[in-house]
């Protein structure tokens, strides 16, 4: 399985931001798709998750405010992302597992894409 992200930059506090993850190879195989992200000097964080149904997990920090999507069609997923803040700087990763979970160290990864958000 191969990921890549793509569609970060520079927004400004309160704009939107949609990041896309091109996905290729045993998709078939894949339960769960999500975004994890990694601000200067702050922990990684996974903040959304779509499982191949459809239903999908957020963090409480982009609850209301992000939204994830997937066209299985295209081998696609999707992070809209608004009403953005400066805390939402990151490089942000696409990621995936054929588990119930998801896991950083056993995930299959893309290269990251780096959002600023920033007046």
């Known amino acids: 399985v191969q990921l890549q992200a793509s569609g970060g930059g520079l927004v400004q506090p309160g704009g939107s931001l949609r990041l896309s993850c091109a996905a290729s190879?045993?998709?078939?195989?894949?339960?769960?798709m999500g975004w994890y992200r990694q601000g200067p000097g702050k922990q990684r964080e996974l903040v959304a998750t779509?499982?191949?149904?459809?239903?999908?997990n957020y963090a409480d920090s982009v609850k209301g405010r992000f939204t994830t999507s997937r066209d299985n069609a295209k081998m696609t997923m999707y992070l809209q992302m608004n009403s953005m803040k400066p805390e939402d700087t990151a490089v942000y990763y696409c990621a995936a597992t054929r588990r119930r979970t998801m896991n950083w160290g056993d995930d299959y990864r893309g290269q990251g894409t780096q959002v600023t958000v920033s007046s």
């Open positions: 779509i499982t191949k149904d459809g239903s999908t």
């Open positions: 190879g045993t998709m078939f195989t894949i339960n769960k």
